[in-house]
Nanobody
Framework: QVQLVESGGGLVPTGGSLRLSCAAS????????MGWFRQAPGKDREFVAA????????SYTDSVKGRFTISRDNAENTLFLQMNSPTPEGTAVYYC??????????????????WGQGTQVVVSS
């Protein structure tokens, strides 16, 4: 079992910045590929970013490329999402997720085994 707890959400202006964190506990954090997803009201949960176990490989949805950065600190068992210049379309609950699958980068929610409870991000225009 892996327990995930997100933090860092809040209100951020368009063009501002926000850093989300996801603290992991339970099994060794470095055993898991990690990802960030988000769900806006009335919409399906969507992929935002993913990172490999070592942190050397990353992937982003097109709408956040060049603005968001996913990273991890395996020594501190923590996943991060640095959000620069967010837009109002980024208003959503953000979730971190952990996957035990072999593939280094996982972009589909169905392939993640563990989820946090989410943290709300509101981007004001």
């Amino acid at each position: 079992q892996v327990q995930l707890v997100e933090s860092g959400g809040g209100l951020v202006p368009t063009g501002g910045s926000l850093r989300l964190s996801c603290a992991a506990s339970g099994r060794p954090f470095s055993n898991y590929a990690m990802g960030w997803f988000r769900q806006a009201p009335g919409k399906d949960r969507e992929f935002v970013a993913a990172i490999s176990r070592s942190g050397t490989s990353t992937s982003y949805t097109d709408s956040v490329k060049g603005r968001f950065t996913i990273s991890r600190d395996n020594a501190e068992n923590t996943l991060f999402l640095q959000m620069n210049s967010p837009t109002p379309e980024g208003t959503a609950v953000y979730y971190c997720a952990a996957s035990g699958r072999v593939r280094p980068i996982i972009t589909t929610s169905v392939h993640y085994n563990y989820w946090g409870q989410g943290t709300q991000v509101v981007v004001s225009s």
